[in-house]
């Protein structure tokens, strides 16, 4: 199938709310966007007064902030102006222990509203907050409750017992743990209790713009995860790029699947649709192909941020699995964390008539960087244009190591103009790393892509991913999409394997859909495709069949794993691995 661009109809480009990049870039500056918030007095600035007492004080009180779906069928409607007394009520619980600016609190829980409140409640207070992602194992967190020197972790009993309580002694700096249950456990707090004791935090912290807020955890697809600092002045990049890449506005009811662990699941799961007063939906439960479908209709889901990795899993279930359900509400679909297949875009199309917009950026940036917009026709495999206030570069390295920008069309680094809100301010505990990532006056993304003519970008993929074979430079993504074009296959991957002749081979793997068994001559068959498309030179010299690639807890595809596998190399770091022992999570957009 050749992928053509997706041109917009005028309903949909009159429905969009605002003008496309290229159209918005111009008259664009980060001090005028900050009109979309409030502010404190003095030149201060808090996340959660932006994101939920602005609009508990104001026409939003009485709207819902968050529809939460319980794993077993309660459903609760939780308004702006409960919100923020709960979470007031929470920063309290937090002063009442003499905790506040300069502190650390860490999440560990499932997708439950008390762990919205304590987010919003310990950036009200003055504290950086860190999400951790609750099935993660015990190494997993302590490792990062270490880096992080956490004074705090909310949690629930259960997780405590199975995952903290054996090695909280030896964690010096931990001095509270609240648990979100009645009963503690010994030498934690109840929620509960701690929540009746206090008094609201009537005044929100005086935090200064540049005041820490949000210690991230990246994925770890490509090593040792890193702790990446961002600060209160984010928000501005939250409110205008969620404003403007993901249609969010005041009563829009909106779905981010990621959970709040990853970055994707804070920056958009909880702070962006809040600042633009959206309806953020919740779900509880873990991903499910019947679930979802129920949940995008019956909710009537207006907007749905999602990851490639669900998308596949959906793709994977046939479009049966979607018959019968009422998708009209739905009105603008995108995703982040991983490539975005072509065929994952016109899927997007054909069930729900809508195509897929991808976006691109990091737990570095902290905000959405690049991206399809609902004003713009769509490349189907392209990750869109720069949003206003960014500017985005496609850099090499010369013989004599200063930065070039390359042509259209020629693959180097994905590079960003320093100065948004949101950009990382360090990596915990790694300067030396964190200064690594400038140079010249740009960051550096360690990702490959290209622009082209239009100026739309391309991804190419990991700089550490690129395959070198007799002389060509092969990004794995170009590879994998074309292997996505052939019915039987699910999932790929591409890597490059050591060959004395030819530098590096193409090696592909791939996942089946139902209904395919390997053989031989299948395998013979998609390669073939792959020939057609690439060319010999580039297309994968063997294609191996795989049960499931190894991905992280968050989706995505661990190239490096396949690759150490083969060579039989250490494997370095998998805390964030997803194995058979530990039940499947829900898919995430995992930037994060
Ligand atoms: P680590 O840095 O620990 O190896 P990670 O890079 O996967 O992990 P995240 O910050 O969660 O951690 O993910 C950001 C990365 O995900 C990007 O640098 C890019 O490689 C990939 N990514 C995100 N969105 C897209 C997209 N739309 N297209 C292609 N790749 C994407
Ligand atoms: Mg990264």
Redesign the pocket.
Known sequence: MEIQTIRKTPEARSAAQLPDPDGARAGFSWEQAREMLDGLPGGGLNIAHEAVDRHARGAGATRPALIWLGRDGDRREITYARLADDASRFAGVLARHGLGPGDRLYLLAGRVPELYTAALGALRAGLAVTPLFAAFGPEPIRMRMEIGAANVLVTTAALYRRKVAEWRTELPSLKLVIVIDDAAPEGCAAWTTEMAAAQKLEDCAATDPEDTALIHF?????????G?IHVHQAVLAHALTGRYALELAPGVRYWCTADPG???GTSYGLISPLVNGATMIVDEAEFDVARWYRILDEEAVEVWYTAPTAIRRLMRAGKKAAAGHDFTKLRHLA??????NPEGVVWGEEVFGRPFH???????TGAIM?ANTAAMDIQPGS?GKPLPGITAGILRRTDDDALEECGPGETGELALRPGWPSMMRGYLGEEARYRKAFDEGWYL???LAQRDTEGFFW?VG?ADDLIKSAGHLIGP?EVESALMEHPAVAEAAVIGLPDETAGEVVRAYVALNPGHEPSADLEQDIRGLARKRLGPAVAPREVSFRDNLPK?R?G?IMRRLLKARELGLPEGDTS?LETEDKPAPTPQG???
């Open positions: 990246t994925s770890g697809t490509t090593g040792r995860p890193k990446v990853w970055v994707t995703s982040v964390g991983e490539p975005l991808d976006t691109w950026w990091q737990t570095e690049i990750m993304s360690g990702d991804f990991r993504f992280t968050s995505k964030t995992g930037t994060a």
